[in-house]
């Protein structure tokens, strides 16, 4: 695919499992970012990775969230033990490097 | 900090009409500022960018953007709105050195047959 995949569209959980949401950038991309957009709000940022290294985690709101790169390409962001509060569009995107950011179609998740 | 505003949560024009997005910014150095649009159920699409010369920025889809420094501002325009473009647009800008996008509130763009 031309795009930034990510799984699952949609996610639905119980408050205190974990869950794990995938990105996968468009290839030869150096740069992947994880961004979180609440309702009726522009997107906000959670961390960033160049190649496999994390660069900025500044955003990520506590040390429930936690995001890896392992091999430079595909990321996980992971949230444990999810509170209501976390339901938003989760949004990755994609850069080749000093360029602007090519975004994915996002997961919603969802806290019941 | 930077921070983005964008005034206007909802705007309604009719098709064929000339459309104006406002966007203000807050940044303490020369901004690298961006225009995003997101139709419903689709990812962010740059529009347009920028990042020095011209202040007067083309994108796609036949929208351009004003860059006014005296303004902090960054206003999107179109001068003839068609019904696909009723969309949210997001206005951003670009912090240089860990090339973190901040955001606006968004724009929800009503467009009228």
């Known amino acids: 695919g031309a795009g930034v995949s990510q799984s699952p569209r949609y996610k639905v959980t119980k408050r205190g499992q974990d869950v794990a949401l995938r990105c996968d950038p468009i290839?030869?991309?150096?740069?992947l970012y994880w961004y979180r957009q609440a309702l009726g709000q522009g997107p906000e940022f959670l961390t960033y990775f160049n190649y496999e290294a994390q660069q900025d985690k500044s955003g990520l709101p506590n040390d429930r969230f936690s995001a890896e790169r392992p091999e430079g390409s595909i990321s996980t962001l992971t949230i444990q033990r999810t509170e209501q509060r976390d339901s938003a569009m989760y949004r990755c995107?994609?850069?080749?490097?000093?360029?602007?950011?090519?975004f994915g179609n996002g997961t919603r998740l969802t806290v019941t | 900090a930077q921070s983005v505003t964008q005034p206007d949560i909802h705007i309604t024009v009719s098709e064929g009409a000339s459309l104006e997005l406002r966007c203000n910014y807050s940044y303490g150095a020369t901004p690298y500022l961006f225009w995003y649009v997101q139709s419903p159920g689709q990812g962010l699409q740059l529009l347009l960018k920028y990042f020095s010369g011209d202040t007067l920025v083309q994108g796609i889809k036949g929208f351009e953007a004003e860059f006014k420094r005296s303004q902090s501002s960054f206003n999107l325009r179109k001068p003839s709105v068609h019904w696909s473009d009723a969309a949210e647009y997001f206005c951003a800008v670009e912090s240089g050195s860990a090339r973190q996008l901040t955001f606006g509130s968004g724009t929800q763009l009503t467009v009228l047959p």
């Open positions: 290839s030869g991309h150096v740069s």
């Open positions: 995107a994609s850069s080749p490097g000093n360029s602007p950011l090519h």
